[in-house]
């Protein structure tokens, strides 16, 4: 996974320019706040920032220093959000399988387990008297089929 990440580019990725959009709205509020020398500020997605240690910094530094922390903020919670996906499909994986393999396999041998496998083929008694109830009427259609050939054949004008 972490060769994956090394190789992903995270900038073609609507939702992570759309954070880091939206972090980086936040650096005119940064360079006003350095520039009133503020103690600290909010910053919506990474909360209270401590800024009293940047005051000694000079202006070209400290905006880089602003980006990059928004950029790896923003690469961070795209990372985690990858890893939680993973891990998501992992799981799923993991269940499936032992669904398709370990039960399959264990239903298997419950059933050749047992003594006999002829109960499987072995039909229920409402099922034996429905086959017997089926072979009577088709019996039945048989005898009525040479009945009604007798009867034709007996008409002259046929």
Do not use: W
Request: net charge negative; with cysteine.
């Amino acid at each position: 996974m972490v060769e994956c990440e090394k190789k992903t580019v995270y900038s073609v990725d609507t939702s992570y320019v759309v954070s880091f959009n939206k972090l980086e709205a936040n650096h005119t509020r940064f360079s006003e706040a350095m520039r009133k020398q503020s103690m600290t500020m909010e910053i919506e997605g990474v909360g209270k920032a401590d800024l009293k240690h940047l005051q000694k910094i000079a202006d070209e530094e400290r905006n880089q220093a602003f980006e990059l922390k928004m950029k790896s903020t923003t690469y961070i919670n795209a990372v985690l959000k990858r890893v939680v996906d993973d891990v998501a499909l992992q799981l799923r994986s993991m269940i499936e399988n032992f669904v398709t393999g370990e039960m399959v396999t264990e239903i298997v041998n419950t059933i050749i387990s047992r003594d006999d496998i002829d109960y499987l083929f072995q039909t229920s008694p409402s099922m034996n008297a429905d086959r017997e109830k089926i072979e009577n009427n088709i019996a039945l259609l048989l005898e009525t089929k040479k009945h009604i050939i007798k009867v034709m054949d007996s008409i002259p004008y046929y």
